[in-house]
């Protein structure tokens, strides 16, 4: 089970983290994303972090937005600074077992999917 919190409306400008529980299963050897889908838009990788450590961001998110992981805590966290109302979105955490880097940001190596939590930016 995944669950997302943190998300809300803000301004231009303005930073959010996103958080998200993970439980049920072994975390660590997981590889977690977070994506996030307008309205009208198809979900979009926004930012990965294999079970090794690595990370990758879509283009429009690097250096605005950081994804990072407490093991101990099995939770996930995305990080989102300098946020554009371009980054309005519902986002959802994912946990797949796919140990490649390349996929990442693709939504079908993912198995466990959050229920999400909106993010406005006006």
């Known amino acids: 089970q995944l669950v997302e919190s943190g998300g809300g409306s803000v301004q231009p400008g303005g930073s959010l983290r996103l958080s998200c529980a993970a439980s049920?299963?072994?975390?660590?050897?997981?590889?977690m994303g977070w994506f996030r889908q307008a309205p009208g838009k198809e979900r979009e990788g926004v930012a990965g972090?294999?079970?090794?450590?690595?990370?990758t961001y879509t283009d429009s998110v690097k250096g605005r937005f950081t994804i990072s992981q407490d093991n101990a805590k099995n939770t996930l966290y995305l990080q989102m600074n300098s946020l554009k109302p371009e980054d309005t979105a519902m986002y959802y955490c994912?946990?797949?077992?796919?140990?490649?880097?390349?996929?990442?940001?693709?939504?079908?190596?993912?198995?466990?999917w959050g229920q999400g939590t909106q993010v406005t930016v006006s």
């Open positions: 972090i294999g079970s090794d450590g690595r990370t």
């Open positions: 049920g299963y072994t975390y660590s050897r997981y590889s």
């Open positions: 994912a946990a797949g077992p796919s140990r490649l880097r390349s996929l990442l940001l693709v939504a079908a190596a993912y198995n466990y």
